[in-house]
């Protein structure tokens, strides 16, 4: 059949009652009715466009790669914004459950690892901090299959490294001993690691009153503090 098909105002396609494409005055809709719909080209260089108001807002290309806002994606998943916001989430995960007295919900980024015998995975969560809260903890997890604790958690009030219930600034906590290490490099006079406690006191000439300790070796290879 050669031309152009035309219906006017509310119309419908079917193709038995497989598939039928329906348009009206507020939406248009493709309905398949089997247990595929396949959207295919059939070029190595083809490319699916989604194109709302006629701009390429989506694009998949021959290889596989999803492109938001980018025409050439070089990975799996690429998104691009050009934003001028100084502050701007081109990616917002959003978990809205949040009204239960149950503490477990939050949303976050899985990263999985699959082998022979094991599921592991680690994540990033963000998670209410109470229940019925409009706030959260960011939760940092590893190996979560075997380890259902966060090996960081961040708050508003500090961060905690082996513990959620963070009462300083910096809270560590271990089972047995905890440990800080500071590593250098350095294997000269004054090299070395340090700590530097400061009181914040700016005094004149942008000066601060501080203690540091600096642990490194001498030019004859003894341990200095």
């Keep these: 059949i050669g031309g152009d098909l035309h219906l006017e105002g509310t119309a419908s396609i079917g193709v038995g009652d497989l598939m039928f494409i329906h348009a009206d005055s507020s939406d248009s809709h493709i309905v398949a009715r089997n247990n595929n719909f396949l959207l295919r080209t059939n070029r190595t260089q083809d490319r699916l466009k989604f194109q709302p108001n006629n701009a390429n807002v989506m694009i998949i290309s021959a290889s596989g790669n999803v492109g938001i806002g980018t025409t050439t994606p070089i990975t799996e998943l690429e998104i691009h914004s050009a934003n001028s916001e100084a502050y701007h989430y081109p990616l917002a ?57 966060p090996i960081a958690t961040i708050t508003t009030t500090g ?67």
């Design 159 to 225: 961060l905690g490294i082996g513990t959620s219930n963070i009462d300083d600034d910096l809270h560590i906590s271990a089972s047995d001993v905890a440990v800080i290490k500071l590593e250098s490099a350095g294997d000269g006079n004054y090299h070395g690691s340090r700590i530097k406690f400061s009181n914040g006191i700016v005094e004149s000439g942008s000066k601060t009153s501080y203690f540091w300790m600096n642990a490194g070796r001498g030019t004859d290879g003894s341990p200095t503090f």
């Design 93 to 149: 995960l959003r978990n809205p459950y949040n009204s239960e007295t149950n503490l477990d919900y939050g949303v976050g980024i899985k990263f999985h690892l699959d082998d022979a015998s094991d599921n592991k995975f680690g994540s990033i969560a963000y998670e209410a901090q109470t229940s019925y809260a409009n706030i959260g903890n960011l939760n940092f997890y590893v190996d979560q299959q075997d380890n259902t604790t």
